[in-house]
């Protein structure tokens, strides 16, 4: 390796600083919806000594005691009413991990209650009901993020140092996407697949992350058309489902999408992501610049996570070089446990959120873009509404 190519890449040496936590003051922490990834968020809330997990809902009668017990949580109010947990337990903050349909609504009234809210992905099933959120969280002044949790992995964060270090020169063409073969996330029931529940498909599930690692990394700039494209050809099909054929019945959602999205500043994003499809992965994700491209390895099964060793495709010396970018090992808790706690970080100390609803806002309206886009078969001119 040259000294040149060296000196490039010391610049993206790993720097992972620890924390402490502040234990001065508590914060009281309620859970909406005591599902399937609510165990995630309660094991990340039990590991840190200024939160108190005071209560629960769940609409099934039941679940959120089950939920408790489970997790060793003991004294937490349970309802199935989420309106009334927000009315009596005088919560700081609540984490929403009910359905994609659901989450507009328990946001909205928790904002409202005065509690700041980490709602889970994606941010909702519309553009309207994503404007709403925001609207209502700058009405409250409280905190409104969402569940991006791929944000807090130091690779993820990579790319955007890359980016922003100028190393890429001006960026213009962004591929970006992914894929699983056979990943239709079924196994804790239909509630990802059921139009009633879910609203959105493997967009809403994985082409949130996809398209928040690149977007995040180009400071978020605004859509301006969108051509999208959505199918079901696997979810639809009883063949697919091993045990469970009639969920087939069931499927009300996308397992695919497409689409090639204008981005103000001229830079053009070319999407896809599949929960199925007949090929191993469809495709890495790549940044074009005029000084150099980033090639960021697809992973088997899509989740949002960079699938090996980055590369910088540029000129040293005039010379074409690429320059390896090394995963980095998270020796921290956790990009799971990370977003947690930089949210309630920023409850505790008023700063901006870790995620912000104004950036997830964008992302939602190229979701609901594609979604509009392929329902009418052309082009779409996309305008997102001010939040005043
Ligand atoms: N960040 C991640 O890695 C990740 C992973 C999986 C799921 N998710 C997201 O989390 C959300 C939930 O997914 P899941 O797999 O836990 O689903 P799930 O069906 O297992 O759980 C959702 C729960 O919410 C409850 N619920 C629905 N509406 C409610 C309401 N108004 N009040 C109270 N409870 C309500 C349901 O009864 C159910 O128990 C989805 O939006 C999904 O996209 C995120």
Known sequence: MSDKTSAILDQFKENQEKT?????KTLRVGIIGTGWIADAHIQGYKKMPDVQIVAGSDIIDGK??????KWEIEGAECYTDHKEMLKNAQLDAV????????????AIDALESGVSVLVEKPMSVTLDEAVAMCKAEKKSGKLLSVGFQPRFDPNMQMIKKIVESGELGEIYYIQTGGGRRRGIPTPFGTTFIEEKTAGIGALGDIGCYSLDMVLNA????KPLTVTGYTSNFFGTDPGYYKTHPEYA?????DDFAAAFIRLEGGIIVDFRIAWAMHLDTSGDTIIMGKKGSLRIPS???WNGTVGGEMKIYHNVAGEPVETIIPIIVDKSEGMFYNKIRSFLDCVKNGSASPVP???ILINQAIVDGIVQSGKLGREIE???????
Do not use: M, W
């Open 299 to 301: 992973t088997e099964c």
């Open 249 to 253: 019945e069931l499927f009300g959602v």
């Open 20 to 24: 402490t936590i502040d234990t001065s």
């Open 382 to 388: 996309v305008s997102i509404p001010n939040i005043d």
């Open 218 to 221: 180009i400071g978020y700039p």
């Open 357 to 359: 609803s104004s950036q």
């Open 95 to 106: 984490s929403i991990c009910t359905y994609n349909r659901t989450h507009a609504v328990c």
């Open 64 to 69: 959120a005691e089950a939920f408790f017990k």
